[in-house]
């Protein structure tokens, strides 16, 4: 598996698999049946590491990168998906929105604690009729008053909006000006009135790390808190979303070989006519099929996270790996039910939830059909896929430019 990745590969593996084992898996049955968050796991990841690889160590991350980033995600999933649901909050679309477009006193003020788990993050910009279009039919607005804005309106599907502590909303700054008109805001709805978020239940999804809709009554968010110049959210979500499509494309990966796993063990144990099923062809066609898959999965997720790393332009190659996982895992979740039978619905059995957690990762950061649309509109010449590459005026984690700002040294 990491026999042409770098040897640290392994040993980061080894200390995430190691953490689901002995920190994770035993315990988060217990928080589902009490529909607990578990904060105080979620703050012993940050403090194993699993949140801060793709930030530098000046603002408490690893520096380890995107491809680290990648299998933490894999590894994760694979062992409990439900847990995994963290990441993109802890690690991704939040802190990085903030790391792009704050200032070095919201980095620094914001961005550490993400990372290190003691506080609960968000991104919110999907709202109900906002479709593929989320930006440009955005209806939330935020209207300046005095040093606060005043934000109105309602967002759907905010992962973790109903224990958050800090997050980043996006709204109208200027309705008539389109996805030009979209602002970005630091939010901290547990210390400004207006914030409302219900869960939203999930059919087969955890109760414990809750999906939100989100009503927004006058929100009050300082003008301190914007990130960038009003009409920058666009820049600013766009740097943050190609890392997400990578990280859910991991996370896919992870629950389709746990799919794999489970009915590899299942077609040894389980007997039929005197010997296990998987010595019958019929269960051997599908192992193949999902071992094929798989790998072919693994290769676009890591090609992916290593052309970021290299600061490539990866937004068509992100596209293709969330694509090509996230058909992996539904292809795998299915086959895994059949070879359990009747027992593949059954709650004991986590490939009854598995098939679940592969159904969003076909929606969730990027719908299936709107990866299928960026990818055939650059084979066919009509939008370049990589064409927000190097978008200017943001930083990068990867070249840690915020030190570079603090120590007054100018930024590329």
Not at 140 to 164: C, H, L, P, Q
């Amino acid at each position: 598996m990491d026999a042409l990745l770098p040897e640290e590969i392994g040993a980061i593996r080894d200390t995430v698999n190691r953490f689901m084992e002995v920190e994770v898996n035993p315990v988060m049955d217990d928080f589902e049946a009490s529909g607990t968050f578990p904060r105080d796991l979620v703050k012993k990841a940050g403090a194993t590491g699993l949140y801060g690889s793709v930030f530098p160590e000046s603002v408490g991350g690893t520096d380890m990168g995107y491809l680290v980033a990648s299998v933490i995600s894999e590894e994760m999933a694979r062992n409990d998906v439900r847990f995994s649901a963290c990441i993109n909050q802890q690690s991704s679309t939040c802190p990085q929105c903030i790391y792009a477009g704050g200032t070095v006193e919201q980095v620094m003020k914001y961005v550490p604690p993400l990372l290190a788990g003691e506080t609960i993050g968000m991104m919110s910009l999907t709202e109900p009729a906002g479709g593929s279009d989320p930006l440009g039919a955005m209806k939330t607005t935020a209207k300046r008053d005095g040093d606060v804005y005043r934000i109105n309106g309602s967002k759907i599907f905010a992962s973790m909006a109903n224990e958050t502590d800090v997050g980043v909303l996006l709204a109208k700054t200027d309705p008539d000006a389109g996805a030009n008109g979209v602002s970005a805001f630091i939010v901290e709805p547990k210390k400004y009135p207006g914030f409302d978020a219900r869960p939203i239940e999930m059919q087969g999804l955890s109760k414990a790390l809750r999906t939100c809709a989100v009503f927004l009554d006058d929100f009050v968010v300082p003008a301190g808190n914007r990130l960038g110049e009003e009409g920058a959210g666009f820049k600013i979500v766009m740097r943050a979303l190609q890392p997400g499509r990578v990280t859910v494309a991991a996370k896919a990966l992870g629950v389709a070989r746990a799919c794999f796993e489970d009915a590899v063990r299942y077609a040894n144990e389980r007997e039929l006519r005197g010997r296990p099923i998987g010595k019958f062809q019929m269960i051997q066609s599908e192992i193949a099929e999902m071992a094929v898959a798989i790998e072919a999965s693994r290769a676009l997720v890591y090609e992916a996270a290593q052309c970021m790393d290299a600061d490539l332009p990866s937004n068509r190659i992100a596209s293709l790996a969330k694509y090509h996982a996230s058909q992996t895992a539904k292809m795998a979740a299915d086959k895994a039910q059949q070879i359990f039978g009747g027992y593949g619905l059954a709650v004991e059995y986590r490939v009854s939830w598995l098939k679940s957690y592969a159904d969003l990762f076909f929606t969730g950061e990027g719908t299936a059909n709107v990866q299928k649309i960026v990818i055939a509109e650059d084979a066919l010449g009509y939008k370049v896929a990589d064409r927000h590459h190097g978008l200017t005026g943001l930083r990068d984690p990867r070249k840690d430019d915020v030190a570079k700002e603090r120590s007054g040294t100018a930024v590329d």
